[in-house]
């Protein structure tokens, strides 16, 4: 039973460069979620979808970030023309959806950005 | 909007010793869930509890409890026999239905061998 996997684990960038995250739920989970942590912060939130649906975003998410989750299971976050501030640590997690109530969230590594 | 305080940045305990996180939270919904997350120094965040608002039974995890008081809308975690592996940042989170989780802003926990 794999956990939610993200690829690359480190991604070192120089500003104005475009890069990628990858993020694998677990098997079957239909929610999948970004947030965005900066060191000694808690996460935060960025992005949800249900299935292939992007349901909510936050305002942080500004017109440089986009997000897709193409046929429902893994999922992209681009980050065009990179800024000194988007170096964070970027998790993904993964939920299945049970009806009401709020379902468990589970976190993947993480990818660590640092924009030079 | 949800706001979720952890007023306790670092907190130590000698090993074997049980130790109290704090939390305070607020927010406008009725019905919610409450989580505690650990961050060990490898930063994969791990589930440690997790409490239906609703119910009155605080939920317990072998060493890990929690005591929910909703009226004050306080949510602590108690980690009895702490042990070195306990070492992380701790997250308390609320959340509701398919909704973000909002983190607070965490407490170092370092035990004492």
């Known amino acids: 039973d794999t956990g939610v996997s993200q690829d690359p684990r480190h991604k070192i960038t120089k500003r104005g460069q475009n890069v990628t995250f990858r993020c694998d739920p677990i098997s079957e989970h239909n929610r999948l979620y970004w947030y965005r942590q900066t060191l000694g912060q808690g996460p935060e939130f960025l992005t949800y979808f249900q299935n292939e649906a992007q349901l909510e975003k936050s305002r942080l998410l500004s017109d440089r970030f986009s997000a897709e989750r193409p046929k429902g299971s893994f999922s992209t976050l681009e980050i065009q023309r990179t800024e000194q501030g988007d170096s964070a640590m970027y998790l993904c997690?993964?939920?299945?959806?049970?009806?009401?109530?709020?379902?468990?969230?589970?976190f993947g590594p993480g990818t660590r950005l640092t924009v030079l | 909007a949800q706001t979720v305080t952890q007023s306790q940045p670092e907190m130590s305990v000698q090993e074997a010793e049980t130790v109290t996180l704090s939390c305070t939270y607020d927010?406008?919904?009725?019905?919610?869930?409450l989580f505690w997350y650990k961050q060990p120094p490898s930063r994969q965040m791990i589930l440690v509890i997790r409490q239906e608002a609703y119910k009155q039974q605080n939920a317990t995890e072998n060493r890990f409890s929690v005591n929910f008081q909703k009226a004050a809308k306080s949510f602590s975690l108690k980690i009895s026999d702490s042990q070195l592996g306990d070492a992380a940042m701790y997250f308390c989170?609320?959340?509701?239905?398919?909704?973000?989780?909002?983190f607070g802003q965490g407490t170092r926990l370092t035990i004492n061998p």
């Open positions: 989170a609320p959340g509701r239905g398919a909704q973000k989780l909002v």
């Open positions: 927010t406008s919904e009725s019905d919610y869930y």
């Open positions: 997690a993964s939920s299945l959806a049970r009806g009401h109530g709020t379902d468990t969230q589970y």
